[in-house]
């Protein structure tokens, strides 16, 4: 059973940084395309980053340039260096992974929170 385990939010005034991590495990083959998630209060879920199994990365245009999204493929671990948080960003950040096993399915971690005071 693949299971995704999110860690590394927590309460940041305004201007800070926090790195999040996933650490995906359970009979797994191989992770093809990881990405970050948030969803605040009243809103509906958004992309924030995302990652191929090669590096290749995408960033949601409110993100850019303080956000950097990575990848440890012999840890199965996904990480997300967040700069300049600004109160904006505070939502529960999800994990998700393309994971194939004996077959593919797309997987979500449990969330952690990110509040950011102003």
């Known amino acids: 059973q693949v299971q995704l385990v999110e860690s590394g939010g927590g309460l940041v005034q305004a201007g800070g940084s926090l790195r999040l991590s996933c650490a995906a495990s359970?009979?797994?083959?191989?992770?093809?395309?990881m990405g970050w998630y948030r969803q605040a209060p009243g809103k509906q879920r958004e992309l924030v980053a995302s990652i191929t199994n090669i590096g290749s990365t995408n960033y949601a245009d409110s993100v850019k340039g303080r956000f950097t999204i990575s990848r440890d493929n012999a840890k199965n671990t996904m990480y997300l260096q967040m700069n300049s948080l600004k109160p904006e960003d505070t939502a529960v950040y999800y994990c998700?992974?393309?994971?194939?096993?004996?077959?593919?399915?797309?997987?979500w971690g449990q969330g952690t929170q990110v509040t950011v005071s102003s």
């Open positions: 359970g009979g797994i083959f191989t992770i093809n395309l």
């Open positions: 998700n992974a393309l994971v194939l096993t004996t077959s593919q399915g797309r997987y």
